[in-house]
């Protein structure tokens, strides 16, 4: 009985073994993971062949020399390309640092400690809320163009003398909220001056200041340390504010014009404004003889 069980075991079982075919799916995966690897390591080494290509050129061709504007930019071998411009092109930088746009230049709440240079075709210049502590003459020299310059909000304590004068064409100037104790020359054709809350004291306005500005429109001297009304006050003004100051007299020829037999008036005066200070305005009625409105102050 066991060999007749043992036959039929040889014949029926042993064929159907022979008859499966070979496991090819684990051979046929790592032919294909081979031949990810080798396609890699191809096109690493083309790569890096074609890198060193052009590393070569580079460097056989170390200097580029723009034809417009004269920049040279020396590209080396694993280093960033260098860029020098050269010493008189200035308006990059600036342009960079703040927003130029139309003629104007932006440079508002940068922590600028100085006046930055400007593009020479500048009409409009803001730069408040910086640190900047002075004005120098050559800060300004070579813009003429310019028509309005805003510094409020700084920390400037000097400015030199001729710092605005080739500013011909000059039309509002603001340096308020500074640390100034005297004027500045100003120029001829100004139409509005602010120097609100500085340290300006009446030995700090020489006694011509604004004479020469008959264009001169709105004049703002408010929070200040003034002792006196500036002499001298041009025709032209319209607005002028001196509140808050340590003005204790005025004369009759403060605003007007003493011992003129014909009747005077300031046509153009709108506004003064005197409150805030020591004096009181009704003890000097001829003061305002010549005015269209009294000044805003105490009177008693």
Known sequence: MTTLQTLFFLFVFVPLVKLVP???????????????????????????DKLQDAIKY?????????????????????????????????????????VCLSGSVYCEETDSVAIPPLPKETAYFYARFNKIKRVTVSDFADIPTLRRIDLTGNMIE???????????????LSLADNKLIRLPALPPKLLTFNANNNRIKSRGVKPNAFKKQTNLSYLYLAHNALESVPLN???????????????????????????????YVRERMDEIRMEGNPIILAKHPNAFSCLKSLPVGAYY
């Open 58 to 98: 580079k460097e056989k061709d170390s200097m580029i020399v723009s034809p417009d504007s004269n920049i040279q930019l020396e590209l080396q071998k694993d280093e960033s390309p260098a860029v020098t411009l050269p010493a008189t092109d200035i308006n990059l930088p600036t342009c960079l640092l703040c």
């Open 233 to 263: 006050l041009p025709e032209s003004l319209r607005i002028l504010h001196l509140q808050f100051n340590n003005i204790t007299s005025i004369t009759d020829e403060t605003f007007c014009k003493a011992n003129n037999n014909t009747r």
């Open 158 to 172: 000097e400015i030199q003398d001729g710092a605005f004068s080739k500013l011909l064409l000059l039309e509002e």
């Open 22 to 48: 070979p496991i090819q799916q684990e051979s046929f995966s790592l032919y294909e993971y081979d031949t990810d690897i080798f396609e890699r390591k191809l096109f690493k080494q083309d790569y890096e």
